[in-house]
């Protein structure tokens, strides 16, 4: 998951790039990179951490120009330790084109050896998206060869693309002198949208992830991109747009309505505001079949991304809404936090309890969805020290079972809790006196009623059916050595950290 963003405009677009990015902290708090172009000459400034500690006012200064791309990473492929990683990429041949991408390719591997082998590209990091912008700038060179690029030429290559990678991939790059191109995986899994300003200086097109990217900066929404649709904007703010998928049909992932996006973005249509009222409402029935609403005295989300689900549940079954744990908002998400070290560690210092909502009462917590079982577990602690004679937990998700690969943290079996493990056996480990999960269907339905247009969901992570068709067991072990030598790199990133900050103090 990541959180990217790209600019045609006439006035210098440093700043309006700054403030998406901010926008879209939450889709990746790991690295953070801009592009500005002026003429063709491109000025790039991408480090490691969050946007405001990345971007100082002289790396402001160092990005001229009124085109420009940016990206917000929470790294799924690769070394999230490896600042070479961060996005945005950049190859000078041909034209000069720099790339960033939200997703996973599920095929990167092989397609790294078939760059080597048959194009005569080198792949320098473990990085999917440097394969990506390869595969796209081979594609565009042989469009484009001995004749003008033209729209429809990018749209040829798009194609092409589309039938050399697999996987989730929402991107957005930057062709040097001609202009702008957002394209999306033919199943739409990973979102992005575009939107339109009219500034003194003249027209301005924005693609971003999210609808909180464009509201925020003044851009009016004009619509989704299609699965499958390359949409370029030429340097005099022109869109243009052709489908280059055979078969594209609309697929997005469950898990941004779940989770990933801001509750005030719309994607693809749906409110997820709404999606999780809808989800809050159909958890309700699960719980008043599960247990006897008497028995809950309290109903409390666990901050942030629960609370309209916790709200519409504790309506649904007659009982006080109230919060009961204040976030330090100074700590970043502990689910896309990159070391299970790190993210143990940060549980406490994130969140703190009012005692006086728990002392003495049976409380039903609620949490957007519940994938390792760490933080579930602390928190079902936590209550418990706060004075709760009983603790419930709900959560507005179904049981994450199963690994993912379009671009979510959480590929290896071994890490979700619900992976073999039994509804009571979770409960036990957790430490709750009682257990509630959001049905899968039901989350499917109450979901894709806010727009019948879409054909499915992307939910492997729930029913273990991955919508590409191309994965396979191997695939699945492949990706979990790739991630088990990650995990290996955070704990020594972390305590590599440690050590610094240990030997400054000492100094």
């Known amino acids: 998951m990541c959180g990217i963003v790209g600019v045609i405009s006439k006035a210098p677009v440093n700043q309006l790039i700054y403030d998406a990015l901010l926008l879209l902290q939450h889709r990746g708090q790991d690295a953070a990179g801009i592009v500005t172009m002026l003429g063709t000459q491109c000025f790039m400034h991408k480090a490691r951490g969050m946007v405001k500690d990345v971007f100082r006012t002289r790396n402001m200064r160092s990005l001229p120009g009124s085109v420009g791309l940016g990206q917000v990473r ?54 999917d998206t440097e394969v990506l912008i390869n595969v796209l700038a ?51 899994i990973r979102p992005l949208v575009i939107g339109e300003a009219d500034t003194p200086e003249g027209r301005e097109v924005m693609v971003a992830s999210e609808t909180v990217a464009l509201e925020g ?30 078969k594209p049909a609309l697929n997005p992932c469950m898990f941004e309505f779940v989770y990933l996006a801001r509750p005030d973005s719309v994607i693809d249509g749906i409110s997820v505001y709404q999606a999780r009222l809808n989800l809050g409402e159909t958890l309700a029935q699960r719980v008043i079949s599960t247990m006897p ?83 579930s577990k602390e928190i ?13 937990m709900a959560s507005a998700a179904p049981p994450v079972r199963y690994p993912n ?6 590929p290896t079996r071994e890490e979700l809790i619900a992976h073999g493990r039994s509804v009571e056996e979770i409960r036990a480990y957790i430490g709750a006196d009682a257990l509630i999960y959001q049905d899968v269907d039901a989350m499917k339905r109450v979901v894709r009623q806010l727009n019948p247009a879409i054909a499915g ?4 992570c729930f029913d273990g059916t991955y919508i590409t068709g191309d994965v396979s067991i191997a695939d699945f072990e492949a990706i979990e050595n790739q991630r088990t030598a990650a995990r290996k790199d955070d704990e020594d990133g972390d305590e590599r950290t440690r050590l610094t900050l240990q030997s400054r103090v000492e100094q």
């Open 74 to 127: 929470y790294p799924t492929a690769g070394n999230a330790f490896n600042e070479e990683e961060a996005q945005p990429f950049y190859v000078n041949a041909p034209y000069g084109i720099v790339l960033v991408h939200n997703g996973n390719l599920t095929n990167a591997h092989a397609l790294k050896q078939e760059l080597f082998d048959i194009d005569r590209r080198h792949i320098n990091t473990g990085s």
């Open 380 to 392: 079902v602690q936590m209550a418990r020290e706060a004075g709760a004679r009983k603790v419930f």
């Open 457 to 460: 969901f992307e939910a492997s």
């Open 293 to 375: 609403p008497t028995e809950i005295d309290v109903v409390i989300p666990i901050p942030e991304s629960s609370r309209p689900s916790a709200m519409q549940l504790a309506q649904k079954i007659g009982k006080p809404y109230r919060e009961g744990f204040v976030k330090n908002r100074y700590v970043g998400r502990t689910f896309i936090m990159p070391g299970q070290g790190v993210r143990k560690k940060s549980v406490r210092q994130k969140l703190n309890a009012i005692v006086q909502e728990f002392r003495g009462r049976n409380v039903l917590l609620v949490d957007d969805s519940i994938v390792r079982g760490t933080t």
């Open 217 to 246: 900066t003044g851009h009016q929404v004009l619509r989704d991109v299609a699965p499958g649709e390359a949409v370029f904007i030429d340097l005099d703010g022109r869109i243009h747009a052709e489908q280059c998928a055979d």
């Open 405 to 410: 690969v379009y671009g979510i943290d959480m």
């Open 138 to 188: 081979h594609e565009i060179e042989r469009a484009g060869r001995d004749v003008p690029l033209t729209p429809q030429l990018v749209f040829r290559a798009v194609r092409e693309v589309h039938k050399r990678i697999r996987g989730s991939y929402a991107v957005v790059a930057l062709i040097a002198g001609y202009g702008l191109l957002a394209f999306r995986d033919p199943y739409g």
